[in-house]
C-alpha cells in the first residue's frame, strides 16, 4: 500500500495564506485581544475576505467549499498564534455553519449560509446549559408547539460568539420523555424579542472569543425555523460535534507549535551557565518531545479530516484527535514557559497566553474525560483493533 504523508498541492497552498495572514495580521494583536477579551470587526472582515469564514460552506452558498483537512490546515496556522481567534473560526464554520450544512433545508441554507460564509455576521451553536453539558441529553430548554409556532423558553450557557451572532443554532427538548430522541433544533435570529444575550464570561484563556449565556424567555419562531427533522436535533448536534472535535484536535496542535516556536527562539538566544540554553540536552530532551507530539498530534488530525472528508464519519479517530491534541498542548504549552524562565511567565511572551488558550481544548466540545469514553466505546466494540 502507498501511503502519501505529504499535503495535496492545493492544501500547501490553503495553509500558506492562512500562515501568512496568522504572522503578519494575527500575532502582532493577540496579545490585546486577550487583554480587551474582544476582536475588532476588521478581524472578521478580513477572515471573511480570505474565505475562511465560510472555509467549510458549499461554494454554491457562497463558501469556499474546503473539506476539513483544508480547513485542519487553516486552524492550525490560526492557533499558532491566538487560540481565540482559531476558535471563533471554527465554532462558526465547524458547529453553527456545519449543522445548518448538515440538516437545514434549501431555504433555510439560501438565507443564512452566504452570510455566513461572508463573515457579515457569525453563526452560534447553543447545546450547553446551565445544568448540562457533557450530558446534553438532559437538557431542559423547552420548545412547545403553538399554532403555526414554537415557543422557546430555557437558557443556554457559554456560546461561542454569542454578542456577534446574526444566527443562533438552538438545540431544544420538544418531547422531554423521549429524551435524546426528543430533541429538536431552531434556528433563531438575532433581535428575537424572547432571546436575551447575557455578558461575556470573564474567562481564564480564548479570551478574545466571547462566551455568553441565553435566556430564551417566550421566544417564539416560526414552523420553518425548525432546523432538520423533528426529533432529530440531538442525532444532528452529535454529528456535528464529532466534525468539530477535528478542528478542536488542530487547534490544539496548533497552540503547541506556537509554543514550541516561541521556545525553540527564546532557547537560541538565552544563554546559561556559558552557553545557549539550546545546547543544555535537558532543554533539547523537551523540545524533542515537543516535537514529536506535534507531529503525531499533526497526523492524527490528519487522518480524522481525510477520515471525515471520504465517508462523513470519524467518530473514533475524531475523538483520538482532539484528545491526544488538546493534553499535548496543555502540557507543551506549560514546558514551553519552564524553557523560558521567568519571562516565560510574564505576558510579553505569548506562551502564557497559549497556555491559557489550549486548557480550553480539554473542556470545550466534550471533554477529555468524554472523548475518553467514545474511544472506549469504540475499543470494546472491536474484536481486532
Ligand atoms: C470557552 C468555552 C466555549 C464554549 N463554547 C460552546 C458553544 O459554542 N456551544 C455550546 O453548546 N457549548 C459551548 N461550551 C460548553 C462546553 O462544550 C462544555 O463546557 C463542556 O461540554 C463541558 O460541560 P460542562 O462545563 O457542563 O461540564 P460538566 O459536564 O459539568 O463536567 C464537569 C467535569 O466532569 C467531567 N465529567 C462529566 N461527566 C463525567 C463522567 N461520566 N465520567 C467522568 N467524568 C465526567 C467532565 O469531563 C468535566 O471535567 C463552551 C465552553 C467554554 C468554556
Given at each position: 500500500?502507498?501511503?502519501?504523508?505529504?499535503?495535496?498541492?492545493?492544501v500547501?497552498?490553503?495553509?500558506?495564506?492562512?500562515?501568512?495572514?496568522?504572522?503578519?495580521y494575527?500575532a502582532?494583536?493577540?496579545?490585546?485581544?486577550?487583554?480587551?477579551?474582544?476582536?475588532?470587526?476588521?478581524?472578521i472582515?478580513?477572515?471573511?475576505?480570505?474565505?475562511?469564514?465560510?472555509?467549510?460552506?458549499?461554494?454554491?452558498?457562497?463558501?469556499?467549499?474546503?473539506?476539513?483537512?483544508?480547513?485542519?490546515?487553516?486552524?492550525?496556522?490560526?492557533?499558532?498564534?491566538?487560540?481565540?481567534?482559531?476558535?471563533?473560526?471554527?465554532?462558526?464554520n465547524?458547529?453553527?455553519g456545519?449543522?445548518?450544512?448538515l440538516?437545514?433545508?434549501?431555504?433555510?441554507k439560501?438565507?443564512?449560509?452566504p452570510?455566513l460564509?461572508?463573515?457579515?455576521?457569525?453563526?452560534?451553536w447553543?447545546?450547553?446549559?446551565?445544568?448540562?453539558?457533557?450530558?446534553?441529553?438532559?437538557?431542559?430548554?423547552?420548545a412547545?408547539?403553538?399554532g403555526?409556532?414554537?415557543?422557546?423558553?430555557?437558557?443556554?450557557?457559554f456560546?461561542?460568539?454569542?454578542?456577534?451572532a446574526?444566527?443562533?443554532?438552538?438545540?431544544?427538548?420538544?418531547?422531554?420523555?423521549?429524551r435524546?430522541?426528543?430533541?429538536?433544533?431552531?434556528?433563531?435570529?438575532?433581535?428575537?424579542?424572547?432571546?436575551?444575550?447575557?455578558?461575556?464570561?470573564?474567562?481564564?484563556?480564548?479570551?478574545?472569543?466571547?462566551?455568553?449565556?441565553?435566556?430564551f424567555?417566550?421566544?417564539?419562531v416560526?414552523?420553518?425555523?425548525?432546523c432538520?427533522?423533528?426529533?432529530?436535533?440531538?442525532?444532528h448536534?452529535?454529528?456535528?460535534?464529532?466534525?468539530?472535535?477535528?478542528?478542536?484536535?488542530?487547534?490544539?496542535?496548533?497552540l503547541?507549535r506556537?509554543?514550541m516556536?516561541?521556545?525553540?527562539?527564546?532557547a537560541?538566544?538565552?544563554?546559561?551557565?556559558?552557553?545557549?540554553?539550546?545546547?543544555?540536552?535537558?532543554?533539547?530532551?523537551?523540545?524533542?518531545?515537543?516535537?514529536?507530539?506535534?507531529?503525531?498530534?499533526r497526523?492524527?488530525?490528519?487522518?480524522?479530516?481525510?477520515?471525515?472528508?471520504?465517508?462523513?464519519?470519524?467518530?473514533?479517530?475524531?475523538?483520538?484527535?482532539?484528545?491526544?491534541?488538546?493534553?499535548?498542548?496543555?502540557?507543551?504549552?506549560?514546558?514551553?514557559?519552564?524553557?523560558?524562565?521567568?519571562?516565560g511567565?510574564?505576558?510579553?511572551?505569548?506562551?502564557?497566553?497559549?497556555?491559557?488558550?489550549?486548557?480550553?481544548?480539554e473542556?470545550?466540545?466534550?471533554?477529555?474525560?468524554i472523548?475518553?469514553?467514545?474511544?472506549?466505546?469504540?475499543?470494546?466494540?472491536?474484536?481486532?483493533l
Open positions: 500500500m502507498n501511503m502519501d504523508f505529504d499535503l495535496p498541492e492545493d500547501v497552498a490553503v495553509r500558506d495564506m492562512a500562515r501568512k495572514f496568522a504572522a503578519d494575527i502582532p494583536n493577540a496579545r490585546a485581544w486577550d487583554a480587551e477579551m474582544a476582536f475588532p470587526d476588521e478581524l472582515q478580513k477572515l471573511g475576505e480570505l474565505g475562511f469564514m465560510g472555509a467549510l460552506i458549499p461554494t454554491e452558498y457562497g463558501g469556499s467549499g474546503l473539506g476539513y483537512l483544508h480547513f485542519s490546515a487553516i486552524i492550525e496556522e490560526l492557533a499558532v498564534h491566538c487560540g481565540a481567534t482559531a476558535l471563533m473560526v471554527a465554532a462558526h465547524g458547529l453553527a456545519a449543522h445548518i450544512k440538516a437545514a433545508n434549501e431555504e433555510q439560501k438565507r443564512y449560509l452570510s460564509a461572508s463573515g457579515e455576521y457569525l453563526g452560534a447553543c447545546l450547553t446549559e446551565p445544568g448540562c453539558g457533557s450530558d446534553a441529553a438532559n437538557m431542559s430548554t423547552l412547545v408547539k403553538d403555526k409556532h414554537w415557543v422557546i423558553n430555557g437558557a443556554k450557557q456560546i461561542t460568539s454569542g454578542v456577534r446574526g444566527v443562533f443554532v438552538v438545540i431544544c427538548m420538544t418531547e422531554p420523555d423521549k435524546a430522541k426528543g430533541i429538536s433544533t431552531f434556528l433563531v435570529e438575532r433581535g428575537n424579542p424572547g432571546l436575551k444575550i447575557g455578558p461575556k464570561e470573564d474567562k481564564f484563556g480564548m479570551r478574545g472569543s466571547d462566551t455568553v449565556p441565553l435566556t424567555e417566550d421566544c417564539r416560526p414552523d420553518s425555523a425548525m432538520g427533522e423533528y426529533n432529530k436535533g440531538f442525532q448536534a452529535m454529528k456535528v460535534l464529532e466534525r468539530g472535535r477535528i478542528t478542536i484536535g488542530t487547534l490544539a496542535t496548533g503547541a506556537g509554543a516556536e516561541c521556545a525553540l527562539a527564546y537560541k538566544e538565552r544563554k546559561t551557565f556559558g552557553k545557549p540554553l539550546i545546547e543544555h540536552q535537558a532543554i533539547q530532551f523537551m523540545l524533542a518531545d515537543m516535537a514529536m507530539d506535534v507531529d503525531a498530534a497526523l492524527l488530525v490528519r487522518r480524522a479530516a481525510v477520515k471525515m472528508d471520504e465517508t462523513g464519519e470519524a467518530n473514533f479517530e475524531a475523538a483520538a484527535c482532539k484528545l491526544f491534541a488538546s493534553e499535548i498542548a496543555t502540557r507543551h504549552c506549560l514546558n514551553a514557559i519552564q524553557i523560558a524562565g521567568g519571562y511567565y510574564t505576558k510579553d511572551m505569548p506562551m502564557e497566553r497559549l497556555m491559557r488558550d489550549a486548557k480550553l481544548c473542556i470545550g466540545e466534550g471533554s477529555s474525560q472523548q475518553r469514553m467514545v474511544i472506549a466505546r469504540h475499543v470494546l466494540s472491536k474484536a481486532n
